[in-house]
Structures are given as structure tokens and as C-alpha cells.
């Protein structure tokens, strides 16, 4: 979740939330482990507005 966290500029909590809750696909060994791809997802288009309204309204954690 960490290297996650840094990748797609998210919080570790938020992405954990969206783990628990089952809006991200992960993995779980010795830690979390979420696919790049996903990650993309969330990013790219109206999916982040879905998850987080406050985030989409704000901007913050979409990658560029």
C-alpha cells in the first residue's frame, strides 16, 4: 500500500478503505499489494469521482 500510495498519490488510508470496501482489487500477502493497472484506473477518467467526491471536486491525488 505504501508504494501504491506513492505511485497514484492517494493516501494509504484512503486506499486501504477502497480495499476493504472491494472498490479495489488487491491482493493480500504479508501486505497489500494492488496492480498498477488498477491504480491506473482510478486515475483516468470518472472513476475517482465515484469513489471520493470531495477528491474529484478538489483534484488532489490524480496522477498527471
Sequence with gaps: ???ASEYSGL???F???LVRDGRLPAVRD???KVRRADLDDLASGD????LSPALAKT???RVA
Design 1 to 3: 500500500i505504501e508504494d
Design 11 to 13: 493516501s494509504q488510508r
Design 15 to 17: 486506499l486501504k478503505r
Design 30 to 32: 504479508r501486505a497489500i
Design 47 to 50: 472513476s475517482i469521482a465515484t
Design 59 to 61: 483534484g488532489k491525488g
